[in-house]
């Protein structure tokens, strides 16, 4: 009899922890599908975070050359009017005449404020914008003195360049500045390796402008020591 007591408080027993798991499993799947629905909504606004990320100065490391040009340009004072990208070492895919573009990942971007929201979501649709691009050629003049800086249109557009295959979800964000870029990367004289700086601005008639610079990263040494 105490055998069959105990065999039946057994059964009693498996049952209530069978029904437990049970009721339990559907809470466990809602906190999952929570957590994959949270996932994809970051993924989608991964791009229209602004970085907190930023230079103190926004004009510290613009030579004055580009400043009185932007101030032509825009016709108020570049600390006001100017927008740190993006700075980054050129790389061989930048300099590859093949592949035409210098890339501007969206998580090294430093700020999304130089776009207007009708920019922004021309770019989403992956639509070309056209932008002014003031850069410094490295060719001399005759009588040996720097060239002045030169304007070249450039197109400004986005690719969302997938992480996985199997989930279409994973994309990797990244601005490029592709028609005339090779054209740009000759005069300028870039090679692999070359600190660049692209700044953005708004000429007089509230167009979306840049400025390419190259860092002197020697200047720069000696102005800190």
């Not at 100065?57 to 006001?80: D, H, M, W």
């Not at 720097?146 to 986005?158: A, F, K, N, V, Y």
């Not at 969302?160 to 090779?182: A, C, F, I």
Request: net charge positive; glycine share 4%.
């Amino acid at each position: 009899m105490a055998e069959f007591m105990q065999l039946k408080n057994a059964l009693i027993q498996k049952s209530h922890h069978h029904t437990s798991t049970l009721n339990t499993q559907p809470e466990d799947h809602k906190v999952e599908d929570e957590k994959d629905e949270r996932k994809k909504r970051q993924r989608r606004d991964k791009i229209e975070r602004i970085p907190k990320r930023g230079i103190t100065n926004p004009t510290s490391s613009l030579p004055e050359e580009f400043q009185r040009e932007i101030a032509k340009r825009s016709g108020v004072s570049p600390k006001t009017s100017t927008r740190m990208i993006i700075q980054k070492r050129l790389e061989k895919t930048d300099l590859n005449k093949n592949h035409g573009r210098i890339s501007i990942p969206c998580s090294q971007v430093e700020t999304f404020e130089f776009l207007t929201d009708e920019e922004m979501t021309c770019l989403r649709k992956e639509e070309t914008i056209t932008v002014r691009l003031i850069h410094k050629p490295k060719k001399k003049m005759k009588n040996g003195m720097d060239m002045p800086l030169i304007e070249t249109p450039i197109g400004l557009r986005q690719w969302n360049l997938h992480k996985s295959m199997g989930d279409p979800e994973k994309v990797n964000p990244q601005y490029v500045l592709r028609t005339g870029w090779n054209k740009v990367v000759l005069e300028d004289g870039f090679v692999r390796g070359d600190f660049v700086q692209i700044w953005a601005f708004r000429d007089a008639q509230d167009n979306l402008s840049m400025a390419l610079v190259k860092v002197d990263e020697q200047e720069d040494a000696e102005t800190l020591t």
